[in-house]
């Protein structure tokens, strides 16, 4: 099975609430340590990332409602959370919650004979389930790095990854399984 890595919106804006402060250091910790394993071991890593116009074109409905954009070019919130090892990445930047809505992610994916990413990042009730969900309508299995996943709303990390699973729309696996499960196919 060929592998890649998605690591879904480490912006320095997500990580306000109390509960994501709180994650950082070790969801930061995690990706790192699964970039470097993903290095060793051959497997393409994917930044995605989230970036919305100042024109409101690419606002979601919620923003439109509101009034109110966020993940602006060049704002302090957009910017990557410190730390993150961005190395020979290749970056996605998306304006919804999939990864795959509205980006290259499928032709780049498939160009790379990829058969199952493995997801990490944030937040798992929406960026992350909706991409795992999208991965599995395109017939691509999904794993997400279960210590490498926040949600500054746990009790809906807890239900949505419950659903996933039982929905048989993805595994989950601890980042050391998912680095030894590399280091085997390698």
Known sequence: MKDALLLIDLH???FTSETLKLARKNLVEASNKLIAAARD???PVFLITTEHSRDRSTWTLNMLDDDQGYLFHNDPSAELVEGLDTKDVTR???TRDSAWFGTDLDLRIRNLDVDRVVVAGVSTHGCIAQTVR???AR???TAIASDAIADDRESYQDIMLEQLVD????????VDEVIQMWASDH
């Open 12 to 14: 320095a804006g997500f």
């Open 41 to 43: 071991n051959g497997v």
């Open 92 to 94: 996605v930047e998306k």
């Open 134 to 136: 999208d991965a599995y």
């Open 139 to 141: 017939n691509i299995r």
């Open 167 to 174: 929905d048989r729309q993805t595994q989950l696996h601890a």
